[in-house]
C-alpha cells in the first residue's frame, strides 16, 4: 500500500517541532543569560560607564563589552577586570549556569561573595582579587568541581577557610592572602600543594599544630 501524503508529513512535522522547541529553548536560556547580567548591572555604580553597551533591549547580551558566549549564545565569560565598578555581588550571576570564568578582579566591589555561587557547576576561574569584598567564604563554593582557579586575595574576607574547599580536586591555583580569615588552614585534597604565600597575611590564620606565635607568616 502507498504512503499517503499525510503518512509522509508525519514524520517532517514531527521533526520540526523538536527543531522548533530546541531553537526556542536556546533562545530562552540566552534570555535568561541577559536577565541575570542586567540584575547584575542593577546593582553596580558605573562612573565610566564601562557597561553602556548591556542593552537589556537586544535578543542575547553575547555583543556586550567584556561578555562571551559560546556557539549557543549561552554567557561562558566574564572579563570585569578594573572597570571602576562599584557595588555588590549579585546573586543572579548564578543563574549563568554555563559560565566558566568569573573575572571581576580589582573594581570596588563590596559585601559577602553570594553563596549561590556555589551552584556555577562549570566554573573553571574565580577571579574576585583586589576588592573589598567582606563576610565569609561560602562553604557552597565546595560543590564547584570544575574550578581550577580561585583567588579572592586582597579582600576584608573573614571566617574560617571551609572544609568543604578541600574536595575541589581540579583547583590548581588558589590565593586568599591578605584577607583577616582565621582558624586552621586545611591540609587535605588540593591543599596538600599550595605555597605558603596563598595564605599569606591572614594574621590569625595557622597551619594545623601551629603555635599562636606563628600565625600571620
Avoid at 571602576?84 to 549556569?97: P, Q, T, V
Avoid at 574565580?126 to 579572592?152: A, E
Wanted: charge should be negative; hydrophobic fraction near 40%; include cysteine.
Amino acid at each position: 500500500m502507498a504512503p499517503t501524503a499525510a503518512g509522509n508529513l508525519a514524520p517532517a512535522t514531527a521533526i520540526l517541532v523538536v527543531v522548533v522547541a530546541v531553537v526556542l529553548a536556546a533562545a530562552a536560556a540566552a534570555s535568561q543569560d541577559g536577565d541575570a547580567l542586567t540584575e547584575f548591572r542593577k546593582g553596580m555604580s558605573d562612573p565610566d560607564g564601562a557597561l553602556a553597551s548591556w542593552d537589556p533591549d537586544l535578543v542575547n547580551p553575547c555583543t556586550w563589552f567584556r561578555v562571551t558566549c559560546n556557539a549557543d549564545n549561552r554567557v561562558i565569560r566574564l572579563d570585569l577586570e578594573e572597570m571602576n565598578l562599584f557595588g555588590h555581588l549579585s546573586a543572579d550571576l548564578a543563574r549563568l549556569d554555563q559560565l566558566q570564568f568569573m573575572e571581576i578582579a580589582s573594581n570596588n566591589i563590596e559585601g559577602p561573595i553570594p553563596p549561590e555561587f556555589g551552584n556555577l557547576e562549570n566554573l573553571i576561574s574565580l577571579d574576585l582579587c583586589n576588592n573589598t569584598i567582606s563576610g565569609p567564604i561560602p562553604p557552597s563554593l565546595g560543590k564547584l568541581k570544575s574550578l581550577k582557579f580561585m583567588r579572592i586575595d586582597h579582600n576584608l574576607l573573614t571566617g574560617p577557610i571551609p572544609n568543604e574547599l578541600a574536595g575541589l580536586s581540579n583547583l590548581m591555583i588558589l590565593n586568599v592572602s591578605n584577607n583577616d580569615l582565621c582558624g586552621t588552614i586545611p591540609t587535605s585534597g588540593p591543599f596538600d600543594h599550595f605555597p605558603p604565600s596563598s595564605f599569606a597575611n591572614n594574621p590569625r590564620l595557622r597551619y594545623p599544630g601551629m603555635d599562636d606565635d606563628d600565625t600571620g607568616r
